[in-house]
Structure formats: structure tokens, C-alpha cells
């Protein structure tokens, strides 16, 4: 009997410190939830909020909230829980994250299929994916000759600045 209460103390004092932790977070976003969703709603017009959840992300506490558009496809738009600041928007269409920033958007000077021609030039293959990352660089998957190729090239004057070539694994195959 005495063990059932000190193993249902432990329960219960993980539990009640999680929701302290839980709410400690919250009160650190400057921007409230319901206004982070008015924000995703006007980055994505016509979407509708699925899910907001308040997280950390390379230690800011950022808002992900999850829409679904008027055409039933998933994007999550990452509000700045101090700043109220879109960070990006990512979709599922084709695997691209669309960095919307102000900082990168105004020194991107290539654009996604400018990249892409870039890439397959040097090394004509599949492209699997493609994203602009925060540092203006696009990074690029693609399938040559068997192999996996990720490349990375810069946004602003499109040269190739790593080139990766792996043996496919039995996992990756289609």
C-alpha cells in the first residue's frame, strides 16, 4: 500500500510540474495565441487554424500554428512569440519551406527554378527537394545516376557551395 502512494506521489508531482513548466512558457510569449492565429490566418488568406502549439526553436519561443488552405493543403505558418513576426511558412506542396523574413526575402536574388536550372546543369538529375534556408542558401536533393546528391548553392548569386554524393540505401529507394 505504502508503495502505491509513493509511486502515485511521483505521478502526481511529475504531472503538476510539467503544467507549472507549461505555463511558465506561456507567460514568456509576449503575443498572445489567439492574436499568433489572426497573424498565420493573414499570412495564408483564406486558411483555417488547425493547431497552435508554443515551442522553443534556436532558443526563441516561437508560435507553430497549423492551417489547412482553402484548396486542403497543410502549411504551418511560425509566428515569433515575442515579436509577433512571421519567421516562415512552410508547405507540404513539393517539400519547399517559403522563408519569408524580411531579411531573406530582400537579398534573395535567385529564385527556386533558377537554382533548380543551376543544379541540373552541373548535375542533371531528379530534384527530390528543395528549401530556402535562413541564411540564403537553397539546399537541394536530388537523385543522379542512382545516387543522392545534396546540394547547397547560394540564393544571392547562385554558386554552388557544397556538393554531397551518397550510394543509396535499400531505405531510400522509392
Given at each position: ?117 543551376i543544379v541540373t546543369k552541373d548535375t542533371p538529375g531528379k530534384i527530390v527537394e528543395i528549401e530556402l534556408d ?41
Amino acid at each position: 500500500m505504502k508503495k502505491k502512494l509513493v509511486v502515485l506521489g511521483i505521478v502526481g508531482a511529475v504531472v503538476l510540474g510539467g503544467a507549472v513548466g507549461v505555463g511558465a512558457f506561456a507567460k514568456e510569449a509576449e503575443v498572445p495565441s489567439k492574436q499568433a492565429e489572426e497573424i498565420a490566418i493573414q499570412e495564408v488568406k483564406g486558411a483555417h487554424v488547425e493547431k497552435i502549439e508554443l515551442e522553443r526553436e534556436n532558443g526563441e519561443l516561437v508560435y507553430e500554428v497549423e492551417l489547412e488552405d482553402e484548396y486542403g493543403d497543410d502549411l504551418e505558418v511560425v509566428v515569433n512569440a515575442a515579436t509577433g513576426k512571421v519567421v516562415r511558412v512552410e508547405d507540404d506542396l513539393d517539400d519547399v519551406d517559403r522563408v519569408t523574413s524580411q531579411q531573406a526575402v530582400s537579398s534573395v536574388k535567385i529564385s527556386k527554378e533558377q537554382a533548380i536550372s543551376i543544379v541540373t546543369k552541373d548535375t542533371p538529375g531528379k530534384i527530390v527537394e528543395i528549401e530556402l534556408d535562413d541564411d540564403n542558401h537553397y539546399e537541394i536533393e536530388m537523385i543522379y545516376d542512382g545516387k543522392e546528391v545534396e546540394m547547397e548553392i547560394s540564393a544571392i548569386d547562385g554558386t554552388i557551395l557544397e556538393k554531397e554524393i551518397d550510394d543509396r540505401d535499400d531505405d531510400d529507394r522509392d
